[in-house]
C-alpha cells in the first residue's frame, strides 16, 4: 500500500522493519480496517445526470489518515551485531557516528547477536513479563540465549549498557563464515505456542569479511642487565598475553610462526635518547635488525619477564616491531597497533596522536565511542569511561574506529600473508641496513647496522613520518652511489626531539666508501665505511655435553691484513635455515660476544640444515656459514590454555575453552582444525576459542585434538566439574 493508493501516510517506528510477506499481509487487513473505520458513511446517490468536467480547484483533497507509530512496532526492536564493538544508538545510547551496525564483520570470528526486545508492542499474543528466544541458521543447532530469559522491559527502559537488557546469543566463529541467514525468534515463557506468531521472529543475513590471520615471530627476553638474571617467559606465556589481543582485533586468530630465547642486558631504566628511552630503544633496535635479517614480514612480538626494572615505560613498538611484559595484553595490542602504522589515540598526551581520531558524541577524548563486548566474558564496556586501547588512558577496549583501521591494515599487509608472497615491495639484492641516533646539533651515532642479501621486509603503509632527514652513500669518489630519505618507524619518538633515531633500508653497493647525513639540504656528519670486509672463522656447530637439544656455536672475526680486533668493535647476527639458504631467520643480533649457544628444539628441522654468522664492522659486512647439518622435524605439540586442570563451574556457566598446535615445522593449526570434546556431552565445538553454558551436570574430561602436521593427531585433555 502506498500513500498515493489510498491517502493513508505510513509512520513506522525508528526500528528497521524488515517485515516477510505475512506479516505485511496482516498490516494491511489492520490498516484497510482503520481506513475504513475512518472514511465518513456517504448519503444515497441520486441518478447520475451528466455533468461537465471538473477543475482542478473544485476537487476536495483527500483525508490523511495518521496511524500511530506504536501500530508498526514490532517486539524485535533492534538487532546488535557485535563481535567488539559496533555502531548502534538506541535511547540515547550509542555515539550515531554513523548508521547502525556498520562495523564489518570478520570470518571465523565469535559473533554476539545481542536482540534488543520490547514488551510494549500490540504485536504480543501475551503481554510479556518476560522474554526469552532462540537463533537457528541451517546446518547447525539452534542457539539459545546465554541469559535467557530475561525480563520485559518496554523500548524506553531498555538500556544498551546493562548486558540482561539484551537476549545475548553467541554464534561460534568457525559458523562465521560467507554469507550466513540467521532466524531469530521470541516469545513468552510462559506461553511458549507464541513463538509460531510471525511478528515475533525476525531473519538477517550476515556477510564475513576474510581477514587472514596476522604472523607472530615469538623473541623472548632472558634479562641479564644491571647483574640480574631473569629467565625468559615461555612460549605459552606469549599466547597467553597475546589472548587479549585477539579479542580486541578483528582478526580469527595468529599464525606463531616461530619463537626465539634472546640474552638482553640493556638498562630500561635509563631515559632520554628519544622513542621509548635509551635501553628500551636498544632492545627495538635489536628485535628490527632480527626482522631485518630474517627477510620476513611477520610481526617480532618481544616477550619481557616480570622483574625487569623500568623508568615507567612498559612497551615499546613500530616498524613491524612490538615489545611489552608478560601479561600485559592491552599494551601489546597497542604496540602491534603501531607495527600495523596506527598512531595514538588522543588520550594522556601521548605522543604524535592521531588527528583523525574521531569525537564520538559528547564522550571524552580517545573514548572507544560505542560500546564494546567480550564475546568470551560478556562484559560490556562503556564508552563514557572506557578508552582505546592506542592511547595512554585506562580501563581500555577497541574503538570502531581502531577497529575497521586495523582491519583494513591487515588485510592490505604481507605480515598477514605467507612470506613467499608475489610482488614484494623490492627486488632480491644487497640491502643496507642501518640505524643511527641523530642528535639536535647534527652528530651522529652509528648503532648496530650490516647489509645483506636478500629481500627486505615490506613497508606497512602509513608507519613511517617522513622527516626533512636523508642519508647519500658515497663511492670512492665521493660520488652519490645512493640518495635515501628518511622516515621514523617509532612512533613514540619525537622528530623535533634532541635525539632521534632513524631505521632504514637502502639498496646496497660495495663500492660505498662514506654516508652523508644531511638535514634540510645541509650536510650534518660524513661517516666513513671501511673498504673491506672483516675476516670471519666459523667453526663446525657443536652439541654440548649433557643438555639435550642444545648447540654451540663459536666464531672469530678481525681486519684484514691487521690484529684482530677486539670482541667489542664488531657486532654479530646469526641466522639458520632450514632448507639450505633458501629462507633465513634470524637467532640473535646486535651481540658483541663471538659465540652463542641455540636451542634446536625451537627450530624448524630438515636435511640440509645451516647456520650464518653476520659480522659488521660498523657499516661493511661479512659472512660465514657452517656446513649442512640434519636437524630432526618436530611434529605439533596440542596445548589447553583454559580452563585450567581442575577448575570446577556452576551448571549454566559459561566455560571458555582456549588452546591449539605449535610446531617449528609446521607453524599453527588452523583454527578450523581444532577440536573440542567433552567425556560427557561428546563434541562441543571447533576454534581456537569455544564457550559453552550447555555442559552438563558432573565430572568432564575436555579433549582437544589437532593434526600434528605429518600423518597423526595431537591430543591435550583436562578435567573440569560442574556443578
Not at 520490547?118 to 526469552?132: E, F, L, N
Not at 505456542?193 to 604472523?215: C, E, K, M, Q
Not at 617467559?233 to 582485533?249: F, Q
Not at 569455544?690 to 600434528?708: E, F
Amino acid at each position: 500500500m502506498t500513500e498515493g493508493d489510498s491517502g493513508v501516510r505510513l509512520e513506522p517506528d525508528e526500528a528497521e522493519l524488515e517485515l516477510t510477506g505475512r506479516e505485511l499481509e496482516q498490516v494491511r487487513h489492520l490498516l484497510m480496517r482503520e481506513l475504513e473505520e475512518a472514511l465518513p458513511e456517504a448519503p444515497p446517490a441520486p441518478a447520475p445526470e451528466p455533468a461537465a468536467v471538473p477543475t482542478l480547484e473544485e476537487i476536495e483533497p483527500r483525508g490523511i489518515i495518521r496511524f500511530p507509530p506504536i501500530l508498526f512496532a514490532v517486539p524485535i526492536t533492534a538487532i546488535e551485531r557485535t563481535q567488539a564493538t559496533q555502531y548502534l544508538r538506541i535511547n540515547g545510547k550509542g555515539s550515531g557516528y554513523a548508521a547502525d551496525n556498520t562495523v564489518p564483520l570478520v570470518a571465523g570470528k565469535d559473533l554476539i547477536l545481542r536482540v534488543y526486545v520490547r514488551s510494549d508492542s500490540i504485536w504480543w499474543p501475551h503481554t510479556p513479563s518476560a522474554v526469552t528466544g532462540r537463533v537457528s541458521y541451517a546446518g547447525h543447532p539452534d542457539l539459545a540465549p546465554l541469559n535467557g530469559p530475561i525480563a520485559a522491559m518496554p523500548r524506553s527502559a531498555i538500556d544498551r549498557n546493562l548486558v540482561n537488557h539484551t537476549l545475548n546469543f553467541r554464534v561460534p566463529g568457525a559458523h562465521c563464515n560467507g554469507t550466513v541467514t540467521f532466524n531469530l525468534t521470541v516469545w513468552n515463557p510462559a506461553y511458549p505456542g507464541d513463538a509460531a506468531s510471525a511478528f515475533l521472529s525476525r531473519s538477517i543475513g550476515l556477510t564475513f569479511d576474510s581477514v587472514p590471520r596476522v604472523r607472530i615471530h615469538g623473541v623472548l627476553i632472558h634479562y641479564t642487565g644491571k647483574g640480574m638474571n631473569i629467565a625468559a617467559p615461555s612460549g605459552l606465556d606469549l599466547v597467553n598475553t597475546l589472548v587479549w589481543v585477539g579479542r580486541t582485533y578483528p582478526i580469527r586468530g595468529f599464525n606463531y610462526t616461530a619463537c626465539e630465547v634472546v640474552d638482553f642486558n640493556g638498562d630500561l631504566t635509563v631515559g632520554g635518547g628519544g622513542g621509548c628511552g635509551t635501553g628500551w630503544n636498544q632492545l627495538f633496535n635489536m628485535l628490527w635488525n632480527m626482522r631485518a635479517a630474517s627477510g620476513t614480514d611477520d610481526v617480532f612480538v618481544g616477550l619481557l619477564p616480570p622483574g625487569v626494572p623500568t623508568s615507567g615505560v612498559i612497551g615499546c613498538g613500530g616498524g613491524g616491531v612490538a615489545i611489552a611484559y608478560k601479561g600485559g595484553g592491552s599494551v601489546l595490542a597497542q604496540e602491534i597497533g603501531h607495527a600495523f602504522g596506527r598512531a595514538h589515540a588522543p588520550c594522556g598526551n601521548p605522543g604524535g596522536p592521531d588527528p583523525n581520531y574521531p569525537t564520538y558524541d559528547s564522550y571524552p577524548s580517545g573514548s572507544i565511542g560505542e560500546f564494546g563486548f567480550d564475546s568470551a566474558s560478556g562484559q560490556i564496556f562503556d564508552p563514557a569511561g572506557t578508552y582505546d586501547f592506542m592511547s595512554y588512558c585506562g580501563p581500555v577496549w577497541t574503538s570502531p574506529y581502531t577497529y575497521i583501521g586495523l582491519k583494513n591494515a591487515i588485510a592490505a599487509s604481507p605480515a598477514s600473508a605467507h612470506p613467499e608472497r608475489a610482488g614484494g615491495r623490492d627486488i632480491e639484492r644487497e640491502y643496507l641496513y642501518l640505524n643511527y641516533r641523530l642528535h639536535r646539533g647534527g652528530q651522529v651515532d652509528l648503532l648496530p647496522s650490516f647489509h645483506l642479501h636478500g629481500r627486505p621486509p615490506a613497508e606497512v603503509e602509513g608507519a613511517g613520518r617522513p622527516t626533512n632527514v636523508g642519508c647519500d652513500l658515497l663511492g670512492p669518489n665521493g660520488e652519490v652511489l645512493e640518495s635515501h630519505s628518511c622516515s621514523i618507524i617509532n612512533p613514540h619518538m619525537d622528530p623535533d626531539g634532541p635525539v632521534v633515531e632513524f631505521h632504514e633500508v637502502i639498496p646496497w653497493s660495495d663500492e660505498v666508501r662514506s654516508i652523508a647525513f644531511h638535514r634540510g639540504g645541509e650536510v650534518c656528519h660524513t661517516l666513513k665505511v671501511d673498504a673491506r670486509a672483516p675476516e670471519l672463522a666459523l667453526q663446525p656447530v657443536k652439541l654440548v655435553e649433557r643438555e639435550h637439544g642444545l648447540a654451540r656455536l663459536e666464531w672469530g672475526a678481525k681486519k684484514k691484513g691487521a690484529a684482530a680486533k677486539t670482541s667489542e668493535e664488531y657486532t654479530y647476527v646469526v641466522r639458520y635455515s632450514h632448507d639450505g639458504g633458501t629462507s633465513w631467520r634470524a637467532l640473535a643480533a646486535d651481540l658483541t660476544e663471538s659465540k652463542l649457544v641455540v636451542n634446536l628444539e625451537l627450530l624448524p628441522g630438515g636435511d640440509e640444515c645451516l647456520f650464518q654468522v653476520v659480522a659488521s664492522s660498523g657499516i661493511r659486512t661479512a659472512t660465514a656459514t657452517t656446513e649442512p647439518v640434519q636437524i630432526p622435524r618436530k611434529p605439533r605439540n596440542a596445548v589447553i590454555l583454559a580452563p585450567p586442570e581442575g577448575a570446577s563451574f556452576a551448571e549454566g556457566e559459561a566455560v571458555e575453552m582456549l588452546g591449539g598446535g605449535f610446531s617449528p615445522d609446521f607453524e599453527t593449526v588452523d583454527s578450523e582444525d581444532v577440536l573440542w570434546m567433552s567425556s560427557r556431552d561428546g563434541q562441543l565445538g571447533v576454534g581456537y576459542q569455544v564457550v559453552t553454558n550447555q555442559l552438563t551436570r558432573g565430572r568432564h574430561r575436555l579433549m582437544l585434538s589437532i593434526p600434528d602436521g605429518g600423518d597423526g593427531e595431537a591430543k591435550a585433555s583436562i578435567e573440569v566439574t560442574i556443578r
